[in-house]
């Protein structure tokens, strides 16, 4: 009987390397022979996906720093409802997930007014997983950086098409990168489907192999890899 793919979702506050630790996962596991797909959120070129980059840009009368935090995560939620929908699961070996609903819990907790962290954290769960029905990650992998590292890197990547800019709003703002960051190492020490991942050494990131090979090892004693 076939079993469910391997979900691995990569998280983490914005510039901390996630783009290319994905990129060799995706290697290491095709290269073994598997079915991988990556899928990246949010999904710019969709409805939903459309509107939150309106949002993040900063350009338009609605800000997504400005929207209050339950309904910018409806946002984000309905975006991978749509996305996830459409992935048939027994295409695929290992899906790999370019952020996915621990990213809603920490930023849009970062800014939420109304409840504790935790509180809100459990609300994001209940929709996405009971009430959407988006499929569960095996593991979130939580890439740490600090704030500092975090600016030097979201700078290098240049302009984005979805900002018109070369960081968006969430990104220009050093309290909710560095209230994300605490709610990522609180909710991975909370978990055990959590784990986090220090990328950076004496104030400079690890190497990109470095960092791959403590992804590898990870999964490996996870049970979610065989070498």
Known sequence: MKTKPTYIAIEGIDGSG????????????????YRCREVSFPQYDGF?????GAMLSGRHSVRADEVDARSMALWYAADRMRTMRNICPDDYDYIILNRYTLANAAYQGSRC?????????K??????????QLP??????????SPALSAQNVAAKGYRDYTGDSADV?????????DARSLYREFA????????????????MKSPEAIHQAVMDILTQRGLWKR
Not at 170 to 178: G, P
């Open 189 to 204: 020490a909370m978990y055990d489907s959590m784990e986090l991942l220090e990328c950076h050494e004496n104030g400079r």
């Open 113 to 121: 007014k109304d409840s504790t962290p935790l509180e809100f954290a």
């Open 123 to 132: 609300w994001v769960f209940d929709m996405e997983e009971i009430e959407f």
């Open 48 to 52: 939903f996906g459309e509107q939150i």
């Open 136 to 145: 569960v990650p095996d593991l979130y992998l939580i890439f740490d950086v």
């Open 170 to 178: 969430y990104e220009k703002s050093s309290s909710i990168l560095t």
């Open 18 to 33: 996630k783009t290319v630790q994905i990129a060799q996962l995706l290697d290491e596991i095709s290269g073994a022979g």
